[in-house]
């Protein structure tokens, strides 16, 4: 049987501030005469969610901001209730929805581990019995009689989770609570996570921005989008999904101060960039290891004699990755309009977004244009072995191997 | 109505820590610490006899200080367990906006806090007994009912005020005044037995006079306080003829206070 059902959830927000005594009164008298009363306008955080959980599933939650991923846990936790539709879950939720949520600075570290507890519901005596486990957890041995107003931050927080994980819950509800502290507690606490997952077989849901996160821990994935669920299924399979959409929402970002960072310049103005796929259709995505084409379509203003063109790419916060240029080629522009196009044999830079950079020149070093960030794209790759490696490492080199016990190169 | 109250029992712990908290905020880092909950009565006290010594209030064969002193550790437990009621839940956003359990614990905790400043001002109504040379009788097992009556009351106000005051904050700036009001209209001052007189006795008002007094005993805390002084400082049963209005009134309002806040409560967390 499923330990947490979510049954056709919608979540509606009214947007706008309250009413005050005036316009309610004003509001009221004209609804008792039978008039129509402006309402403000109906915000859906969710919109029709609808999905089941089985026991021992560890559930990740992505999606971007204002998607609807705390809401639902608001929901999961009871803190907040469907405007239609219901949810009901089988068994006790410990939400770590943010730690240190009802700690108070006036009382001593001893103090709050006890009062914290009571809040989350562990009973006295439990806390008792893991009173040394939680304090040495924490790291907090010698502080743990000061008020904790006077604790860094990163003990404060330590405290929290310390005290939060160890509640004896069925369903973990954890949101964004990894990405506190410095590495080593993150460590820690990451640790801590995983030993209730994998070994004590605990039903977690787990939200986080953190996409390589995610992908380890869970066994499954959804991904909401304003509201909707966009993508439910394997995590390799939706963590790409969402890497991608990550990104298109990086180059709608960029494209946008394309139109804002041209430089004018004397002799040349950029009449328009395009990208091309092989056949020669505008784009602006390219596969991963496909060829494409750029091309642009310059204005010139003076005439030029002897000049060479470089066209680059280069990393959405500008670092310079490519270099393909006409050194050995100068040529003469009389006024007019020019167009060049250059062609990329096999897209071998990992799934993101780069943009193009021109140069046009004397070989000399002669600028007669400059400009970076001329146009975007996005590279795409529907394996999530590829796309994931993006946070490491910008480029690919096509490689074989040799493994132990082969006799024979093999592709990567 | 038995569910709530046994989810309630479940949370007791809770209740204990959040109400250990309140005390443990306010006592903290102030130098007089829990001596604050005694300084307020007796401070009121002082000022009352003052004033008395101008205006002249009869307190009958009960010396005025320890009279008004009864009337205060009632009036100020509701007082101050109520206004702190209101403001609980939103006073507790945080927790409200993060974590579930019975929204009711809070102003139940507040109701526990002002419980136990109650109990410290018991002794100080020993010590004054013991002064004025007046010995406790049997009507003291009394006491625990009345108390309980009280916390009816107190939870007919901070319940439906806690709910509306998530709403409109307007609840918890008004309720000061409201309460300033309401105090000169109980026997806090002056004793129940004057008001008696001159309506039941005299009929000040004529024709009005009887219904008057029931309109006035209509305030719970009119019977609470009476009440209070008979079995402390009398040694006489309640005068139930005095507290019968405002217990009709509590049976009525404690359900639709309850069910408001009930109502209201899931969606705290949207609106705080």
């Given amino acids: 049987m499923a330990i947490i059902e979510v049954n056709h959830v919608t979540k509606e927000y009214r947007l706008g501030a309250l009413h005050g005594f005036k316009q309610t009164v004003h509001n009221t008298l004209a609804r008792l005469r039978g008039h129509p009363v402006p309402e403000r306008p109906l915000f859906k955080a969710l919109d029709d969610v609808d999905f089941k959980v089985e026991e021992g599933e560890v559930l990740g939650i992505?999606?971007?901001?204002?998607?609807?991923?705390?809401?639902?846990?608001?929901?999961?936790?009871?803190?907040?209730?469907?405007?239609?539709?219901?949810?009901?879950?089988?068994?006790?939720?410990?939400?770590?929805?943010?730690?240190?949520?009802?700690?108070?600075?006036?009382?001593?570290?001893?103090?709050?581990?006890?009062?914290?507890?009571?809040?989350?519901?562990?009973?006295?005596?439990?806390?008792?019995?893991?009173?040394?486990?939680?304090?040495?957890?924490?790291?907090?041995?010698?502080?743990?009689d000061t008020p904790i107003k006077r604790y860094s931050s990163g003990m404060k927080v330590r405290l929290g989770f310390a005290i939060a994980t160890s509640a004896d819950a069925d369903i973990l509800i954890v949101d964004e609570v990894l990405a506190v502290g410095?590495?080593?507690?993150?460590?820690?606490?990451?640790?801590?996570?995983?030993?209730?997952?994998?070994?004590?077989?605990?039903?977690?849901?787990?939200?986080?921005?953190?996409?390589?996160?995610?992908?380890?821990?869970?066994?499954?994935?959804?991904?909401?989008?304003?509201?909707?669920?966009?993508?439910?299924?394997?995590?390799?399979?939706?963590?790409?999904?969402?890497?991608?959409?990550?990104?298109?929402?990086?180059?709608?970002?960029h494209d946008r101060n394309v139109a804002t960072s041209q430089i004018p310049s004397q002799e040349i103005t950029l009449v328009g960039t395009d990208l091309l796929d092989d056949e020669g259709n505008i784009t602006d995505k390219v596969k991963f290891l496909d060829p494409c084409r750029i091309r642009i379509a310059l204005n010139v203003?003076?005439?030029?004699?002897?000049?060479?063109?470089?066209?680059?790419?280069?990393?959405?916060?500008?670092?310079?990755?490519?270099?393909?240029?006409?050194?050995?080629?100068?040529?003469?522009?009389?006024?007019?309009?020019?167009?060049?196009?250059?062609?990329?044999?096999?897209?071998?830079?990992?799934?993101?977004?780069?943009?193009?950079?021109?140069?046009?020149?004397?070989p000399e070093g002669r600028t007669s244009f400059r400009e970076e960030n001329i146009s975007c794209f996005q590279?795409?790759?529907?394996?999530?072995?590829?796309?994931r490696q993006r946070d490491r490492a910008v480029t690919y080199i096509p490689g074989q191997w040799k493994l132990p016990g082969e006799t024979r190169f093999i592709e990567s | 109505m038995l569910a709530a109250i046994k989810n309630l029992y479940d949370y007791r712990e809770l209740m204990a820590a959040l109400a250990w908290r309140n005390m443990a905020v306010r006592y903290k880092q102030a130098y007089l610490g829990l001596a604050w909950a005694v300084l307020k009565p007796l401070m009121l006290v002082l000022i009352f006899s003052l004033v008395r010594s101008f205006v002249g209030i009869d307190s009958g064969d009960i010396p005025y200080p320890i009279l008004t002193f009864a009337a205060l550790m009632p009036w100020i437990f509701f007082q101050e367990a109520a206004s702190e009621g209101v403001s609980s839940v939103v006073g507790n956003a945080n927790l409200i906006r993060k974590i579930y359990f019975p929204r009711e614990i809070l102003p139940l905790a507040s109701v526990v806090t002002k419980l136990v400043e109650l109990g410290i001002n018991f002794l100080i109504l020993a010590g004054l007994m013991v002064y004025y040379h007046m010995s406790p009788t049997i009507y003291l097992l009394w006491v625990p009912l009345i108390i309980a009556y009280t916390i009816l009351a107190v939870l007919c106000i901070s319940m439906v005020g806690a709910a509306m005051n998530v709403y409109y904050r307007d609840v918890a700036t008004a309720l000061p005044v409201a309460f300033s009001l309401l105090m000169y209209a109980s026997p806090?001052?002056?004793?129940?037995?004057?008001?008696?007189?001159k309506l039941l006795v005299n009929q000040a008002a004529g024709e009005w006079s009887n219904f008057l007094y029931t309109i006035y005993t209509l305030n719970p805390l009119a019977g609470i306080i009476d009440a209070f002084q008979h079995v402390v400082l009398r040694g006489t049963p309640p005068d139930i003829s005095s507290m019968w209005p405002g217990m009709v009134l509590i049976i009525i309002l404690l359900p639709i206070s309850y069910v408001i806040f009930k109502r209201a409560e899931s969606y705290f967390a949207d609106v705080i």
């Avoid at chain 1, 709050?112 to 989350?120: D, K, P, T, V």
């Avoid at chain 1, 006409?326 to 897209?347: C, F, K, Q, W």
């Fill in chain 2, 188 to 197: 806090v001052i002056y004793p129940l037995t004057l008001v008696k007189e």
């Fill in chain 1, 182 to 253: 410095d590495l080593a507690f993150q460590r820690k606490c990451f640790d801590r996570m995983e030993d209730m997952i994998k070994r004590q077989g605990k039903t977690v849901l787990l939200v986080s921005h953190n996409i390589r996160q995610v992908e380890r821990l869970c066994t499954r994935v959804l991904m909401l989008d304003r509201g909707k669920i966009a993508e439910d299924g394997a995590p390799n399979i939706v963590c790409n999904k969402f890497l991608e959409q990550n990104n298109i929402k990086i180059k709608a970002l």
């Fill in chain 1, 62 to 144: 992505i999606g971007h901001n204002g998607a609807g991923k705390s809401t639902l846990l608001k929901m999961l936790a009871n803190i907040s209730v469907p405007t239609r539709g219901n949810v009901k879950v089988h068994g006790k939720v410990a939400p770590l929805i943010e730690v240190g949520a009802g700690l108070v600075g006036d009382l001593a570290g001893r103090e709050n581990i006890y009062l914290n507890g009571a809040i989350l519901g562990i009973p006295k005596t439990e806390i008792k019995r893991k009173f040394d486990e939680i304090v040495s957890f924490a790291e907090l041995e010698e502080f743990i």
């Fill in chain 1, 301 to 362: 203003l003076k005439p030029l004699n002897n000049v060479t063109f470089y066209i680059g790419i280069h990393t959405t916060d500008f670092v310079y990755l490519t270099a393909n240029n006409t050194a050995y080629h100068p040529v003469d522009l009389p006024t007019g309009r020019h167009e060049i196009e250059l062609r990329l044999n096999s897209m071998t830079l990992l799934p993101g977004v780069y943009c193009f950079f021109l140069w046009v020149g004397t």
């Fill in chain 1, 379 to 387: 590279v795409i790759s529907s394996d999530y072995a590829i796309s």
